[in-house]
C-alpha cells in the first residue's frame, strides 16, 4: 500500500511539473511572438487584422462574396482633418494619456453601474481599439480584455503616437468589407485620404462605432448630428503632432 502511495505521488509530482513547464513554454514563447511581432509591425504595414479574417469567413457563410478592400496609406499622405477627427471623437487625450484614460474608465465605470447594464459605455481609447483590432479577435471577455491591456502597453512602449494613429486609420473597419480610410476615402467620396476635407473626415468619424451600419454617403439625422459634434471638438483638439 504504501509503495502504490509513492507511486503515485511520485506520477503526481511528474505530472504537475511537465504541465508547468509546458504552460511556461507557452507563456515564453507567447511573450517573444508578441514583442516581436509588435516590434516588427513598428516598421511594416498590418497586412491583415483578426477582424479581417472574421468577416471574410462570415460573408462566405451568409453566401456573400468575399470583399476586403483595404489600401495602406502613409500618415503623411493622410489629410490631416482625419486624425484630427477621430481625436475628437473617439479619444480626446490620446496625445497625453499612455495607452488608457483612467477619468474615462471612471465615468464608464459609474455610468454603468447607474444603468445596471441596459446601457454601455465604453471608454476604449484609440490605442487600446488598435491593439485589439491588429492582435485580437472582437470578442466580448475578461480575457480578451486582458490581452488587450497586454498589448495596448506594448504598442505604447514600442510605437510613438503617430505609429500607432497610422495603424489605427489602416485598418479600422469603414464599412462593409472596407477596411482604413484611403479605402473609406475612395468608396464615400471618391478621393484619396489625403484630400479630405473637414466635414468628410468628421462624417468617417461619425460612423467609426457602427460602420456596417451607417454610411457617409448616406448620413442619417443622427450621423449628420455626431458629425456637426465632432467638428465643433475637433478646434478645440490639442494634437500638435499630427497638425502639419
Known sequence: MSSLFYYLRTFMKSFFRTILRFIWKIIKWFLILSIVSTIIFRFA?????????MRCIEQKFDGKEMKMEKDWTSLKNISVSIPLAVI??????FEE???FDMEAIEKAEKFNEKHHGKKMRGASTISQQTAKNVFLFPT?????????VYFTFLIEIFWSKQRIMEVYLNVI??????????SASQEYFNKPAGRL????????????????RWSPAKPS???LQRQRWILR?????EADDFIK
Open 45 to 53: 504595414p498590418v497586412p491583415f487584422t483578426p477582424l479581417m479574417l
Open 88 to 93: 475628437a471623437s473617439e479619444d480626446q487625450k
Open 97 to 99: 494619456h499612455n495607452g
Open 140 to 148: 466580448r471577455s475578461w480575457i480578451r480584455k486582458g490581452f488587450e
Open 173 to 182: 473597419e469603414t464599412g462593409n468589407g472596407i477596411y482604413g480610410v484611403e
Open 197 to 212: 476635407s473637414n466635414r468628410e473626415a468628421a462624417l468617417i468619424a461619425a460612423v467609426l462605432p457602427n460602420p456596417r
Open 221 to 223: 439625422a443622427y450621423i
Open 233 to 237: 471638438n475637433m478646434q478645440d483638439v
